[in-house]
T-cell receptor, first 114, second 113 residues
Framework: DAGVTQSPTHLIKTRGQQVTLRCSPK?????VSWYQQALGQGPQFIFQ???????QRGNFPDRFSGHQFPNYSSELNVNALLLGDSALYLC?????????????FGEGSRLTVL | RKEVEQDPGPFNVPEGATVAFNCTYS??????FFWYRQDCRKEPKLLMS???SGNEDGRFTAQLNRASQYISLLIRDSKLSDSATYLC??????????????FGTGTRLTIIP
């Protein structure tokens, strides 16, 4: 049973560039959430996708956008990168009707902005 | 004020000791509560849910006080493998399937041999 997979695992970008991160949810899950985890902090909710629509959004600017595909996989896009966007980006999957509060996280994509 | 506040630690305790973590949350409408564990440079994983009646899973006991908006985690007879960061988590979702988890900063625990 494949868990949540994310790619790439590490990447380095420069200020002003754009980045796309990818996520495949755990088998059987239909909901994908994205979190940003800065060093020494807990994960912060960016947004959640279900049925290819953004269902909820945290306090992140419009530079952060996403997409969910029919196979439930998802992308996170960040435009006009800032130094402060350097963080671990975590994808988490769940089953929409589960409502258990348990999210299954991928190992994350570590983004460094220079 | 942060939605979920917890002491960042670090907590350095000897093997076999009992350690307690505390957490407070600000949104009184929060529906469900959890403790997640995160090992160094790894992803967070659910440790246990927290219920008003209190719940226990082996050496771990979690308590919720809704009136005080306070959550706790107790680890008894600590093991070296308990070394990790413990994240207090609150689900502020409204309705089915809308998990919107708010994480605390995390408390780093190191068990000393």
């Amino acid at each position: 049973d494949a868990g949540v997979t994310q790619s790439p695992t590490h990447l380095i970008k420069t200020r002003g560039q754009q980045v796309t991160l990818r996520c495949s949810p755990k088998s059987g899950h239909d909901t994908v959430s994205w979190y940003q985890q800065a060093l020494g902090q807990g994960p912060q909710f960016i947004f959640q996708y279900y049925e290819e629509e953004e269902r909820q959004r945290g306090n992140f600017p419009d530079r952060f956008s996403g997409h969910q595909f029919p196979n439930y996989s998802s992308e996170l896009n960040v435009n006009a990168l800032l130094l402060g966007d350097s963080a671990l980006y975590l994808c988490a999957s769940s089953f929409f009707s589960g409502n258990t509060g348990e999210l299954f996280f991928g190992e994350g994509s570590r983004l460094t902005v220079l | 004020r942060k939605e979920v506040e917890q002491d960042p630690g670090p907590f350095n305790v000897p093997e076999g000791a009992t350690v307690a973590f505390n957490c407070t949350y600000s949104n009184s409408a929060s529906q469900s509560f959890f403790w997640y564990r995160q090992d160094c440079r790894k992803e967070p994983k659910l440790l246990m849910s927290v219920y008003s009646s209190g719940n226990e899973d082996g050496r771990f006991t979690a308590q919720l006080n809704r009136a005080s908006q306070y959550i706790s985690l107790l680890i008894r007879d600590s093991k070296l493998s308990d070394s990790a960061t413990y994240l207090c988590v609150v689900n502020s979702a409204r309705g089915f399937g809308n998990e919107k988890l708010t994480f605390g900063t995390g408390t780093r625990l190191t068990i000393i041999p």
